[in-house]
């Protein structure tokens, strides 16, 4: 995207990140962003920005370890965590209750979304009583790929359709924005 933060790239007048916040917050208890580097810019939002505590940038594990850890800190009464990527802004709207009933009727330990044939392991529902055991993989193991990691339990998949557009579609280039102005009009067409 050209450098900074692709969460904070305008789609329709409003971030993506905006955006996510909208389809996310009805579905859950409370919000945190994970990002490293200079929290203020975030600060609009009003969000707890949460940095990952493993060093080194150790991709998308660190910050499920980093959100897993906070809530456990902050929210005791909390037992799961959702993560979703922050440039995703057509997720669905009944992804959380799609992703625990899909972790009880699997009799699962973790769930992740999929559409098209395709998982999406960082759009995922973890216990945080699985905190421990990612911290010893991600810090003294080295575990990159969220796969590697989830592979070590039984992981529910709530499969989600592709038409009329892919709801965990995300914007990584430039051109994803014209495609994301696209979609927009589509779910407006739907709703």
Known sequence: MGGGDKSLRELAGETLLARVIARVKPQVRTLIVNANGD???FSAYGL???ADSVPDFAGPLA???AGLEWVRDH????SWLVSVPTDAPFLPRD??????????????????????????????????????DLRRAVAAEGVRKVEDWTGRYRVAVADYAVAPF????????PEDLAEAERILNLEAEKT
């Open 75 to 78: 929210a005791a009464e909390t």
């Open 39 to 41: 929290p203020g810019r």
């Open 95 to 132: 992804l959380v209750a799609r992703l625990f009933a899909a972790v009880e009727s699997e009799g699962a330990d973790l769930a992740c979304a999929a559409s098209g044939g395709r998982r999406h392991p960082v759009i995922g529902l973890w216990p945080v009583a699985l905190a421990p």
């Open 63 to 65: 910050g499920v370890l």
């Open 166 to 173: 892919d709801p965990f579609f995300n914007a990584n280039r």
């Open 48 to 50: 707890p920005v949460v």
